[in-house]
Nanobody
Framework: QVQLVESGGGLVQAGGSLELSCAAS????????MAWFRQAPGKERDFVAA????????YYADSVKGRFTISRNNAKNTMYLQMNRLKPEDTALYYC???????????????WGQGTQVTVSS
């Protein structure tokens, strides 16, 4: 079983940038598809971005297209989310997950990390 640990969250001004990391351990990292989700206070947990096991395929929520970039480095057992041009509405607890991709996007989450907080001030 894989264990996931997020890091890199913090406070940033609107228009700024942050990079989140998700480190995995427990078994071969490259065999899993990965994704980022976020949850704001009082809101549902929403899909942000996903990446296939080999990094060849990526998917993004419409709200972050053109601003966020998902990537992974299997040699380092780590997935990343580069966030640019941040907005106050990006404020949320960000989670990474392993799961299943199909032809149109994220299908099912299997394992979650505990989250890292991102706060964007106006």
């Amino acid at each position: 079983q894989v264990q996931l640990v997020e890091s890199g969250g913090g406070l940033v001004q609107a228009g700024g940038s942050l990079e989140l990391s998700c480190a995995a351990s427990g078994r071969t990292f490259s065999s899993y598809s990965m994704a980022w989700f976020r949850q704001a206070p009082g809101k549902e947990r929403d899909f942000v971005a996903a990446i296939s096991w080999n990094g060849a395929y990526t998917y993004y929520a419409d709200s972050v297209k053109g601003r966020f970039t998902i990537s992974r480095n299997n040699a380092k057992n780590t997935m990343y989310l580069q966030m640019n041009r941040l907005k106050p509405e990006d404020t949320a607890l960000y989670y990474c997950a392993t799961g299943v991709l199909d032809g149109s996007g994220w299908s099912r989450s299997v394992l979650w990390g505990q989250g890292t907080q991102v706060t964007v001030s106006s």
